[in-house]
């Protein structure tokens, strides 16, 4: 496991940025503390409606940040973006099945791909962020 839980290494110094980013973790979080209870398929289909609802608004803002500075990196970053984004699609395509099965993969694959972009792809726009005045 990455990071289930917010870590101040997670954060980039930017309000907006790292407040989405902080509600994506809870949302990793509470759906981990669900696996833990036994009660992953009482909060599933809230945590994909959570992750889409977060996830839209944060990529959006982050590509279009990507647009108004030139972002060098902007065509790789929103390719990881859109594969995020159907990695989720799809699971959610499965709601009606196995949803332990489904809850834990989601995890591990939040954990890893969520975790691992905040920490390698966004930190990779933190200078050019920075230079161009984001706070
Ligand atoms: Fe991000
Ligand atoms: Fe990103």
Redesign the pocket.
């Known amino acids: 496991m990455l990071g289930i839980e917010w870590r101040d290494e997670l954060s980039l110094g930017f309000t907006v940025?790292d407040e989405?980013?902080k509600k994506l973790i809870q949302t990793m979080s509470d759906l981990n503390q669900a696996i833990i209870n036994k009660e992953a398929d009482k909060v599933l289909t809230g945590t994909f409606v959570n992750l889409f609802e977060y996830t839209n608004k944060?990529f959006a803002l982050?590509e279009q940040y990507f647009e108004e500075f030139g972002y060098e990196d902007a065509e790789a970053h929103k390719a990881a973006h859109a594969y995020f984004v159907n990695m989720i699609n799809e699971k959610f395509k499965r709601i009606y099945g196995d949803t332990h099965e489904l809850s834990v993969e989601l995890i591990g694959f939040l954990d890893l791909w969520l975790v691992g972009?905040?920490m390698v792809m966004?930190k990779k726009y933190e200078e050019c962020f920075k230079k161009n005045g984001v706070k």
Do not use: G, K, T
């Open positions: 940025i989405q980013h944060h982050e972009h905040i966004d």
